[in-house]
């Protein structure tokens, strides 16, 4: 007896020892950002023996390659330990919404908010809990469907360029594997052609361009003979790291010669320290904007943007709190440079990364706007291109959820929103319609006005721009002016607005008695301080 217990106490301590074996290997790969190969090592180790901390960094791993299945199973488990800290639960909530189960969120949302009552985006996130049905009811604003340029492989970032579309894709199944997600890394490649026809010739750009690590996303210079694009931070195929001992992205820039990229050379702001990535640039090429995680940011990673003055990029600037949050902001694209596209964890939104719209004007951008579903679901929605017209584009999303660890390129149409407003100019006491009103419609955003005159119906009609306020104003010789107000803010389907204004004018009519009430003055002032008396007066 006491043999075979000897025996068994040797098999545990043998269990034990190789369980934590596997925990010590699964938490070397983890500090090294190898979490595709941690979970493995952390599944062997947890399967013979428990330990709180791998079973939280398991579920962060799950987490770090956007395996959102898994990631729900293993945080149900580690939210529950003691050593379970509020970012965890705010982790939990995130992924609960990334998987559309809203509901579930809410309470482990607000046990974070709880602990960390100053964290507002959080707060935004609780919020987004509570909007979602409405917001899914918005169906109509985009046709959205599978890009035939993917390829099994992640494909993402699309930029039209020249006949067709660059992007970044990691289907080179020949080169290095990269831990942190355990497929290849990633490099830029050219698809001649469109979604309509498809696409005829499909291949990664030669030149300085594709080496051995990861390359892309990628933006180009309105000429097309200069390429800005994202490279992890490598010099003749040596990695380059941190001070703590991270391999950081920088943006690097080349030009066309023939079919090759040449001239390899960094940009100024980059840094060995910190990461900078994601470029987009304006039209003359002098203004750039970027993603960087430099210090003194608003958190976890932001938009930056650096003009070209005399050939030299400037220092870069942080867009500030308006656009970033203390989550990630990534993607930027500029389109026409009037109008940002970027992703964002933060702001309102479905979960994961959405795609916001920002718009210049007046000197600054406007505050963000989510693009709204379908173009952004509860998965990672991304990496958007437009078109000239506005009407129709290109996004990244991981919403297949056959496997959310995989990035897609989809296509999307954007249904043509149209707002009439029909009016009618009536006489305020017959209610019969006036003829000859001069009707002024003014752009509150913009400040243009446009003018119609009624004819002897009363009636005028406008086309209204989509996300608008407006003044109308009605004016005719002896009548009162008379002012209305109308929006198309946040009206996602097409609406002919004829029910929504009455125009009406008051007729000045000589010798009627004008009230005016309660007109009073300080002791001994001529300042009007306040209406006490009705006074009459007739014209």
Known sequence: MIKYFSILILVAMLLSGCAGYHIRQGNRLYDDLAYSMAIKEYQKGLSKKEFP?????????????????????AYAKAVQLEVAQPVHKLHFGQILMRNGKYEQAKPYLDQYITAVPTDEQAKKLRASCDSITKWLADSIKYNVKTSPINSGQSNFAPVYYKEGVVFATDRNIKGKTYKWTGRPYLEMYYAKGNDSSGYTTMASLT???NGIYHDGPATFTSTGDTIFFTRNNYLKKKVKESSHEEVNLKIYEAIRKDT????????????????????????????????????????????????????E?????????????????????????????????????????????????????SDPVNVGYPLNTSYDDFGIAMNDSGTAGLFSSNRN???????????????????????????KLTQKPLANVKVELLNLQTGKKEFVTTGPDGKFRFKLDPETDFSIVGSKDTYFTNTEKVTTKGKKQSEDMFVKLRLELERIIVNKPIVLENI????????????????????
């Open 260 to 311: 090759n990229w040449i001239g390899l050379k960094e940009v100024p702001f980059n840094s060995d320290n910190y990461s900078t990535g994601h470029p987009t640039i304006s039209k003359d090429g002098n203004t750039m904007y970027f993603v960087s995680d430099m210090p003194e940011g608003k958190g976890g990673s932001d938009l930056y943007m650096s003009k070209r003055t005399n050939g």
């Open 520 to 539: 009073y003055y300080d002791l001994d002032k001529f300042d009007i301080r306040a209406m006490l008396l009705s006074v009459s007066i007739s014209l």
């Open 207 to 209: 030149g300085d361009v």
């Open 53 to 73: 901390s791998a079973r939280i960094k398991l579920a962060e791993s799950y987490r770090k390659i956007n395996d959102y299945a898994r990631a729900e199973e």
């Open 401 to 427: 959820v056959e496997n959310t660890t995989q990035d897609n390129i989809y296509g999307f149409i954007v249904n043509d929103l149209r707002f009439n407003l029909d009016g009618i100019a009536v006489e």
């Open 313 to 365: 990029w400037q220092t870069p600037v942080n867009l500030g709190a308006t656009i970033n949050t203390p989550y990630n902001e990534l993607f930027p694209v500029l389109w026409k440079d009037t109008v940002l596209y970027f992703s964002s964890e933060g702001h309102y939104n479905f979960g994961g990364l959405d795609i916001f719209k920002c718009v210049y004007r007046n000197g600054a951008w």
